[in-house]
């Protein structure tokens, strides 16, 4: 049951210009929200996270958007840089059990 | 402050053979996590402690999977015997409680079944 979903597996844009990861769940439980970044051979790292409190986190470059009503949410990098290239997931949680969901994945390539 | 370590990072077996993964969490993160991460998926809970106590075990093919995390740090997967399926990325996480939603991940072990 893939109830987190990344419905694009790749994106590519240029190095100064915005990028928008997307993500959607179908779980109303999920109240946490977090995006991971991986490079390969590596674990995946914290990157940013939201509370379905809120509706915007930003940190540096990076910004969340949660829609709770459209149960969606999005990162945007700007502006994105060449060493932003990686794989992107979307994770969802309920804090009544922190059983954590990931999507399949987003790799973004920023082109220099 | 070191990482989540884990070994080894690769493994190729024979279907059929066993296979046992090892993790060490940081230091003092009462709460360790398993992963399977098939290609082209992302993560896939199996199993979470908290300190030496299954917390949430429900996605832990039991038949032949099975994980122990004895004095409350470092943990162990074993796979028992393994199917051609379970080729994947076991990723191992921790955290400092189960009220901590950020996990820190390892590197890995890449497991090749053939």
């Known amino acids: ?112 | 402050e070191a990482g989540v370590a884990q070994s080894p990072r690769y493994k190729i077996i024979e279907k059929r053979q066993s296979v046992a993964f090892w993790c060490n969490p940081i230091s003092g993160h009462a709460t360790l996590y398993w992963y399977q991460q098939i290609l082209g998926q992302g993560p896939k809970l199996l199993i979470q402690f908290q300190n030496n106590g299954v917390v949430d075990d429900s996605q832990l093919p039991k038949d032949r999977f099975s994980a122990e995390r004895l004095k409350g740090v470092d943990s162990t997967l074993k796979i028992q015997p393994a199917k051609l399926e379970d080729s994947a990325v076991y990723l191992c996480a921790s955290s400092t409680d189960r009220q901590s939603y950020e996990q820190y991940f390892g590197p890995g072990t890449r497991l090749t079944v053939t």
């Open chain 1, 1 to 112: 049951d893939q109830q987190v979903k990344q419905n694009s597996p790749s994106l590519s844009v240029q190095e100064g210009r915005i990028s928008i990861l997307n993500c959607d769940y179908t779980n109303s439980m999920f109240d946490y929200f977090l995006w991971y970044k991986k490079y390969p051979a590596e674990g995946p790292t914290f990157l940013i996270s939201i509370s379905s409190i809120k509706d915007k986190n930003e940190d540096g470059r990076f910004t969340v958007f949660l829609n709770k009503s459209a149960k969606h949410l999005s990162l945007h990098i700007v502006p994105s840089q060449p060493g932003d290239s990686a794989v992107y997931f979307c994770a969802a949680t309920a804090s009544a059990n922190n059983d954590m969901r990931f999507g399949a994945g987003t790799r973004l390539t920023v082109k220099p």
